[in-house]
């Protein structure tokens, strides 16, 4: 292996496979931080027609540098429409136009719900996290979820401490019983590989491992005795022009971030 | 519609206890507004906005808000806000009550509020814990044409809401361009709309549907340019990400956070000098 090929962080092989999961020509649903670095780097590589999304109303949305906020300037201006925050949640996600959302969280049990809420307990949280935004919608309307998180036993937990948004529920067919419209998490990707669920039981299952890392890392890093897949493959590195698109990416990000602004104000004030 | 210095608009519209909308969505937020409202010190007011952001960390941390009525409370991008975190997990400077929502409910809650509805509608419940602990009080219902469940979600109806806007015309018509959020639907389920704004033109030049509104919709406008700062104002500057950024150092202990307000916002008489002993503005 050379340096210049295989050296990758693990947030870099994470987003790389993250990408991986989005079509060319899907429309998604995009959360900010991991999830919108994902997206915008599918769009500049494999899926140049990726319809991107953010909850501040900007539809098929281009950005140049990706954006601290889900309402950066940058992404009215690359977009297609900006449409007002009703409409994108009521005329885009529950009205079903929108295949894949993607989201991240504080806290996920085996049957990917997920807590952005929360530690502790409500009423007297050890941490208050920033809560909902537009996640228990997207879980719920959105075609399928996409999930990408940091595999810790803290964070892989056997029981949330809030559920914000639903995943499979309490697994076996219940979120299918709700007749919730969306079909629910398809994968989740962690630092250690993807976990899908399993078709009968909807428990997340380990099924795929980045090059290097065992099964027996990716259960130590889980809170609930994690479920194998009979055939658990191995992904492959990041290709090269991948992360080369994702550095020069988050380089002109932190750039963009660090650019100072100035207002000139009229004389007279 | 009324033309007055920020700070006679703030004393005449902004009471004790009033339920109290500063809307933008990342976008056009009027900071400025909220510095005066801690300037002139009110208390115990219900704060209601989708994304608190610094400007409502600013304001809970300085002890004017008992109550909080929002969606998502974070420092975008960047993590928490430190300030609704201390009230929230150590009622420190006080304590605060929150009703919690989802922005899809939040949105649909102003927008009935504007409707003069009681409350909206959605047509598949998000399974979410909030159902029980949040005073948000939502209820399932049936469709009465098709019988199919929906979820009620109730009105939300600010005393008084405050955004920042591009452009005012001689007549006090109000241009908002850009990310517009749920601002539209805030400013019209409201008893009162105080505007700030970055400058007066003669006319408003604008395409059909753009968003305007229209004079007589507007109880009291003041031109503050820069208001939005650090957010931004589209078209003419733009978010200062590196301050949203320093935000998490400066508001993380209640000493440099009182440090800060109280020479920043505080020991100021207005906008202007505020943005000038930043350096933001020369």
């Given at each position: 292996m050379t340096a210049s090929v295989c050296d990758y962080t693990a947030d870099e092989i994470m987003t790389v496979t993250a990408a991986r999961q989005l079509p060319n020509g899907a429309v998604c649903f995009v959360g900010i931080g991991l999830p919108s670095a994902a997206c915008n780097l599918a769009r500049m590589t494999h899926a140049p027609d990726l319809v991107l999304i953010y909850?501040?109303?900007?539809?098929?949305t281009r950005p140049t540098v990706l954006p601290l906020?889900?309402?950066?300037g940058e992404l009215a201006e690359t977009a297609t429409a900006v449409v007002s925050l009703p409409e994108i949640f009521a005329h885009y996600l529950q009205r079903g136009r929108v295949d894949f959302g993607f989201l991240g969280a504080a806290q996920i049990d085996r049957y990917a719900n997920i807590n952005s809420?929360?530690?502790?307990?409500?009423?007297?949280?050890?941490v208050r996290l920033p809560g909902a935004g537009g996640a228990p919608e997207i879980a719920t309307f959105a075609r399928e979820v996409l999930i990408i998180m940091k595999q810790t036993p803290r964070s892989f937990v056997?029981?949330?401490?809030?559920?914000t948004s639903c995943g499979?529920?309490?697994?076996?067919?219940a979120r299918a019983a709700t007749a919730a419209p969306g079909a629910g998490p398809r994968a989740v990707i962690t630092d250690f590989g993807v976990l899908r669920p399993d078709p009968d039981t909807d428990e997340l299952t380990l099924s795929a491992v980045y090059p290097g890392i065992t099964v027996e890392a990716a259960r130590a890093a889980t809170g609930w005795p994690l479920k194998i897949a009979a055939r658990v493959e191995t992904l492959p590195a990041p290709d090269p022009e991948d992360l080369r698109v994702l550095r020069v990416l988050e380089a002109s990000t932190r750039e963009a971030q660090a650019r100072p602004v100035r207002i000139v104000l009229p004389a007279a004030i | 519609m009324q033309l007055l210095p920020l700070k006679e608009a703030i004393a005449a519209h902004v009471h004790d206890g009033a339920r109290v909308a500063l809307e933008g969505?990342?976008?056009?937020?009027p900071f400025a507004a909220g510095h005066e409202i801690v300037r002139q010190r009110r208390r115990n007011l219900h704060l209601i906005r989708m994304t608190p952001d610094l400007i409502y960390d600013q304001l809970i941390g300085m002890g004017c808000a008992s109550r909080l009525t929002f969606s998502w409370g974070g420092?975008?991008?960047?993590?928490?806000l430190h300030r609704l975190r201390d009230a929230v997990?150590?009622?420190?400077?006080q304590p605060l009550t929150l009703t919690e929502y989802t922005h899809a409910e939040l949105a649909l809650a102003y927008q009935a509020g504007a409707s003069g509805m009681t409350c909206g509608f959605m047509p598949?419940?998000?399974?979410?814990d909030l159902d029980q602990e949040s005073s948000s009080s939502r209820h399932a219902v049936s469709c009465?044409?098709?019988g199919r469940p929906l979820t009620a979600v109730p009105a939300v109806r600010p005393d008084v809401t405050i955004l920042h806007a591009q452009q005012i015309d001689t007549a006090g018509n109000v241009l908002l361009r850009g990310i517009i959020g749920a601002a539209k639907e805030a400013a019209l389920a409201a008893e009162r709309l105080l505007i700030t704004v970055e400058q007066q033109v003669a006319r408003l030049e604008v395409d059909l549907n753009a968003v305007v509104l229209p004079?007589?919709?507007?109880t009291a406008a003041s031109i503050v340019?820069?208001?939005?700062?650090p957010s931004y104002a589209h078209s003419c500057y733009p978010r200062d990400n590196r301050f949203y950024l320093a935000w998490d150092e400066i508001s993380r202990e209640r000493s440099s956070f009182a440090a800060w307000m109280d020479r920043h916002v505080l020991g100021v008489r207005g906008h202007a000098e505020h943005l000038r002993l930043l350096g933001v503005a020369t």
């Open positions: 909850e501040s109303g900007a539809v098929g906020s889900i309402g950066d809420t929360v530690i502790g307990d409500y009423a007297q949280p050890k056997p029981r949330l401490d809030f559920r499979y529920l309490t697994g076996s067919g | 969505f990342t976008h056009l937020i420092n975008p991008g960047v993590g928490s997990e150590h009622s420190f400077p598949h419940h998000a399974d979410t009465p044409f098709t004079s007589w919709l507007v340019p820069g208001c939005a700062w």
